[in-house]
């Protein structure tokens, strides 16, 4: 019998998710199959130091710490209270936001040669970003919403005449990487504008200011690779008490919203959302797995909200759900991703990493 192979969950980190890290997390070790794989928790502490825990807990720092060996050949992690080496066969990064879904981990795993679910460095970061994810899928010729962007070096020249000029009232400020709805604010009148520029750039360097669309949240998941399968959408039905899907709503206030899996959708529609996700997902360079936000307006016309490559799976989550609908269960989809990582992974080895010349050294 083959031995069961050593994941280790990446979780929490130094990003406002962090909170939804954990719970994402604990529905991974959870649901990991136990008689293919065994959980190697490992929770980064807000203060960005890691530590080995027995289980996924918000009490990280109560965990063994740990250090990643800087040896591509042989990656591993050493307990620093004991020097006991552990090591791991495949990364699963539930990390969402800042230091976990924009490259960074990723640039790390893929120098250490470790296996790792989810979008590379490059995917990561073109994703994290809502300023350049727009411009590229406005590229791609893909329907993104009209937008403004500003550095936080010019601040105090952000006009809210011109921005109303251009995007209409209300319109949304955002932080530029960020999700879960932090930094992000609906803008109705002059009042609002000041506050939700200074929410922005609370987070980020950079904020975009864009059209407000008045319809429905749909959600599309993709699984897979060249190319990926996108689920039967889904819809956030989000209550009049809330002016937009904000934090609260999401995870919160357990009456802020109702999800429908799948959403009452044409079937032209439905087709004409998920070949948009599709292309999303190529476009921006994902793999594995993401989820596709987007609004759907009383005319039919489909707008790119944003991509999300590490989605949530917590149990509000609709990543897990669409894909529970459409007959793939916690467990199994949690193990198709292992695959799919794994398979990705050793399909890496047939590229070339030395280049044999005349040069002299």
Known sequence: MASR??????YGGRSVEHAVSVNSARNIFEYLDKKKYDAVPIG????????????????IETGSPVALVLDPSKPSFTKLDDG?????DIVFPVLHGTDGEDGSIQGLLKAMDLPMVGT???????????????RLLKEAGLPVTEFLTFRYDDKDKISFNAISKKLGLP???KSASLGSSVGVTKVKSRKDFKKAVEEAFRYDDEMLAEQFVTGREIECALLGN???EASYPGEIVISKAYE???????YVDPEAVRIDVPAKLTKAAAEKIRKVSKKAFEALHCEDFSRV??????????YINEINTIPGFTNSSMYPMMWKERGISFPNLITKLLNLAQERYDRSKRIERDFQSSLKF
Do not use: Q
Not at 244 to 250: H, L, N, P, R
């Open 5 to 10: 192979k050593k994941v280790a969950i990446l």
């Open 44 to 59: 980064i502490a807000k203060s960005g130091k890691w530590y080995l825990t027995s289980t996924v807990s918000k009490e």
């Open 84 to 88: 006991a080496s552990v090591t791991v």
């Open 120 to 134: 590379g460095v490059l995917g990561s970061a073109l994703s994290m970003n809502k300023i350049v994810a727009k």
């Open 171 to 173: 319109f949304m400020v």
């Open 226 to 228: 060249s190319p990926a």
């Open 244 to 250: 937009f899907y904000t934090f609260d709503a999401k």
């Open 293 to 302: 936000d987007l609004f759907l307006d009383k005319k039919g016309n489909v």
